[in-house]
């Protein structure tokens, strides 16, 4: 949970700094470029049923294909990342403390985010 709230953060927040890719949700229908999608919860209702039909397949395939290749222990998926593995066991409990750490963070952001929007209708009120 701790990691797909990270990146959820993150999703909510890059629009915002980065603006959106340029494109369609649906190529034929010029009203659904990207820049008109609204960021937040509003944007769950400018998805097509397609479009969540592509998602949902997407997450299923994710969590399919990582099936095989999980290691023994909680949320070890046998994938090293350069520059961030390491072999010393007091670096790994560090390193893994603060993944659980910023992860709990992160899970109270997006709950905070979505708090907001759904109570103000904006995914970042009127600062």
């Not at 999703?11 to 890719?21: A, C, F, H, R, S």
């Not at 909680?74 to 403390?97: H, Q």
């Amino acid at each position: 949970h701790g990691r797909i709230s990270m990146l959820a953060t993150m999703g909510y927040i890059t629009p915002e700094v980065t603006g959106k890719l340029p494109g369609y949700l649906n190529p034929s229908d010029p009203s659904s470029a990207f820049e008109n999608i609204p960021n937040g919860l509003g944007a769950i209702s400018k998805v097509s049923i397609g479009g969540w039909v592509q998602i949902i397949a997407y997450m299923a395939f994710c969590e399919a294909s990582g099936r095989n290749s999980r290691g023994d222990a909680p949320g070890d998926f046998g994938w090293k990342p350069p520059l961030l593995a390491t072999n010393d066991p007091a670096t790994k409990s560090r390193r893994l403390n603060a993944e659980l750490a910023n992860g709990r963070l992160a899970m109270m952001a997006i709950i905070g985010m979505f708090f907001q929007d759904g109570l103000t209708g904006s995914a970042w009120g009127d600062w």
